[in-house]
């Protein structure tokens, strides 16, 4: 069955390593018959959560805030699969997706218990550090977001030792991960 995935690209970097994983993964998915819709956040103007718990009124439109999110909520309702895509920042997502992420609970705010609608995930990400070590608060931060939301894993990459764009073209390894996890999305 063909899966309807979304893409939060978290990376300001058009060119960087984190697109470079995207590109990848998406070549797998459309292999195995997925569609993709892809938001490059950087380009867009969406605003950090107000924390107003005053949202889910509109499910086309579930936030009070009206930006740039109306475009991310009709794609993320259908979705079966969300990928996360983002450079490491300082141990952590980058503040694009942090950003978008937040706005999302304006969704669960549609249901009466505060229900997320259940998705699968996928982490891809860009790091210059490349030990386990570096990963782990990601790692936790990730699987916890996950448990908390009710979705399912469906893998990981870890792109270590990339700082300048473009860097990880050297890495073929890293480059297969994203696309094999992309093709195994069916
Ligand atoms: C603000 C900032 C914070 C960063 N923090 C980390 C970090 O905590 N750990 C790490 O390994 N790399 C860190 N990096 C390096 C980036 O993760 C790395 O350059 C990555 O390849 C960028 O991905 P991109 O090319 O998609 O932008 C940081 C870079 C920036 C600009």
Redesign the pocket.
């Known amino acids: 069955m063909s899966k309807k995935i979304v893409i939060l690209n978290g990376?300001?970097?058009p060119n960087?390593?984190?697109?470079a994983l995207i590109e990848q993964f998406v070549k797998g998915a459309e292999q195995s018959g997925s569609t993709i819709t892809q938001f490059d956040l950087q380009k867009m103007n969406i605003h950090g959560c107000l924390g107003c718990c005053k949202g889910g009124k509109d499910p086309s439109s579930p936030c009070v805030q009206k930006d740039d999110m109306d475009k991310i909520y009709p794609a993320y309702k259908e979705a079966d699969l969300v990928v996360l895509a983002s450079?490491?920042?300082?141990?952590?997502i980058s503040g694009q997706l942090k950003t978008a992420f937040d706005r999302l609970f304006a969704v669960a705010e549609c249901d009466p218990h505060y229900a997320n609608p259940v998705k699968d995930c996928v982490l891809l990400m860009?790091?210059?550090?490349d030990t386990e070590e570096?990963f782990e608060p990601v790692r936790h931060f990730y699987l916890s977001l996950l448990h908390h939301l009710g979705w399912k894993d469906c893998g990981i990459v870890y792109?270590?030792g990339?700082?300048?764009?473009g860097?990880?073209q050297s890495k073929p390894k890293q480059l297969e991960q994203a696309f094999s996890l992309g093709a195994s999305i069916r």
Do not use: L, V
């Not at 960087?16 to 697109?19: H, K, L, P, R």
């Not at 450079?87 to 952590?92: D, K, L, R, V």
């Not at 860009?126 to 550090?129: K, L, N, R």
């Not at 990339?162 to 764009?165: K, V």
């Open positions: 990376s300001p970097r960087g390593n984190t697109a450079p490491m920042y300082y141990w952590g860009a790091a210059e550090g570096n792109a270590g990339n700082m300048a764009a860097d990880i």
